[in-house]
């Protein structure tokens, strides 16, 4: 059975504790990482918080971005605008004792593996799993993720400056299998420029 955040009830536990030993368990028998999250519904869907390594992000984000002229609806976000993300580079570069990067939307298909602590609260505390096959695609942020890992013939900030790999980066997770939604959350996040 499923919850009001979406997460099934066997996934539920009675403790920090409990949940915490059981997403570690989770995520050494499948390879995966655990991360402590906040898990909430907004517009009637499941959503994620989280904080994820830049490093982390690099390697395991994937942007998807349309060609520029092909048709924008095959892919996840609009085509990627190579000054755009120069500019966020290197300001990362210039500024990395001091710099700050707004969180960014992620989308999943499907639900991953969350273990929450039991709660009438609509909004509970928990830890997420990401296992190797967990695909996140980028709803809003993908300049952002360009700039840390590089695209095309950018090079990341990472590749010259790999000791922020270890910084962190606020995400939302969006669990949506639909690419209509997915779309329309990218406008609803980025109402500057049309795609």
């Not at 990067?101 to 709660?119: A, D, F, G």
Request: with cysteine.
């Amino acid at each position: 059975m499923i919850t009001e955040t979406g997460v099934t009830k066997d996934l539920e536990h009675d403790s920090v504790e409990a949940a915490r030993n059981a997403a570690n368990e989770d995520a050494a028998s499948s390879g995966g990482r655990v991360f402590p999250c906040v898990v909430f519904r907004q517009g009637g869907r499941v959503s994620i918080a989280t904080a994820l390594p830049l490093s982390f992000v690099a390697k395991n984000v994937r942007p998807d971005s349309a060609t520029k002229g092909a048709d924008p609806r095959s892919a996840t976000n609009r085509p990627m605008m190579p000054d755009h993300v120069k500019v966020i580079r290197d300001y990362l570069k210039e500024n990395k004792s001091a710099y700050i990067l707004p969180p960014m939307t992620l989308n999943v298909r499907q639900m991953p593996q969350v273990h929450v602590i039991k709660s009438n609260s609509a909004i509970r505390s928990g830890f997420l799993v990401v296992q190797d096959e967990t695909v996140f695609y980028v709803a809003d942020g993908q300049h952002r993720i360009a700039a840390i890992a590089g695209h095309d013939k950018i090079k990341g900030v990472l590749s010259d400056e790999p000791e922020m790999g270890t910084d962190g980066l606020a995400v939302m997770i969006v669990v949506e299998p639909d690419m209509i939604r997915i779309h329309q959350d990218f406008a609803d996040a980025a109402h500057t420029k049309p795609i």
